[in-house]
């Protein structure tokens, strides 16, 4: 056995070793970095009103043997991933065609750029007391808000990414005779593919952002009400256990839209490798 493993070592060479080590090196440093924030996290607790660890995982536990609104954490984070997936998917269906066609079609860039970049311009929180005028302070407004937030970033992108195709990809196609449709469709928009996916992840991290600024400022559920119950009460613990729940989740959301990446769009893992 020990021969079989030398054997291949042997085999490997210089570089490919080196490579190795390096990517060992990469595993072990988010560790170090977690483990070092911890450490600052410890002392800073002490003498302090700052919560530490355990009393953050205490507030944890009682979250659930007395939950907020009925809701653990999990339901709050859960009705917080709500919103944003009823404004992303938005997002991705009009917000992408949008850009494709700004991005394509010379005359509708010309007439909707403008209205477009005076749009974007505005915060979406500049929005709320709007939106909470005409539709009051349900469900409806907090969406609405993600939506403008977060729907920039994919507009943007995938406006970029389709008016930037090479023109060797149009040459090749109209050599071939393709007509407008095939040429968008099986030129420009899978040539854009990589910048279309960059705009989404974007704006999937802008919209967790600004869903939990608009729950802050008016909600029942949702991480950030427990962010505003703590500050009601003064529950240091609560406010940083929410915090950490932000933090953990946006790192997930990131992670998940990497993984879909990834799979329609294969060819960017094996560039980064080079």
Excluded at 223 to 247: E, K, Y
Aim: with cysteine; hydrophobic share 55%; glycine share 8%.
């Amino acid at each position: 056995m020990e021969e079989a493993v030398n054997k291949k070592t042997i085999h490997l060479s210089e570089a490919e070793i080196r490579q190795r080590r390096i990517e060992r090196v990469y595993m072990v440093l988010p560790i170090i970095s977690i483990s070092l924030l911890i450490l600052l996290w410890i002392s800073a607790s002490k003498n302090s009103e700052f919560p530490s660890p355990r009393e953050t995982l205490d507030r944890l536990i009682l979250l659930f043997e007395k939950p907020v609104k009925g809701m653990n954490i999990f339901g709050h984070v859960w009705h917080s991933l709500l919103r944003i997936f009823a404004a992303l998917l938005f997002n991705w269906t009009f917000g992408i065609a949008f850009g494709i066609l700004i991005g394509w079609n010379k005359k509708a860039k010309a007439l909707f750029t403008p209205l477009f970049n005076a749009f974007r311009a505005i915060p979406p929180l500049a929005w709320i007391p709007l939106i909470t005028l005409w539709f009051g302070s349900g469900e409806i407004p907090k969406i609405l808000i993600v939506i403008f937030g977060s729907i920039g970033s994919v507009v943007v992108n995938t406006q970029a990414g389709i008016s930037n195709v090479d023109q060797l990809y149009k040459d090749v196609g109209t050599i071939f005779g393709a007509n407008k449709k095939q040429m968008l469709f099986r030129i420009g928009i899978p040539s854009s593919l990589d910048a279309i996916f960059a705009g989404i992840r974007t704006s999937t991290s802008a919209a967790w952002m600004v869903v939990l600024a608009a729950e802050m400022l008016g909600a029942r559920s949702g991480v950030g009400f427990l962010i505003t119950r703590g500050m009601d009460s003064i529950d240091m613990p609560l406010i940083l256990m929410s915090m950490i729940a932000i933090g953990i989740v946006g790192a997930l959301l990131a992670i998940f839209t990497q993984i879909i990446e990834g799979l329609v769009c294969p060819w960017t893992k094996k560039r980064e490798a080079f």
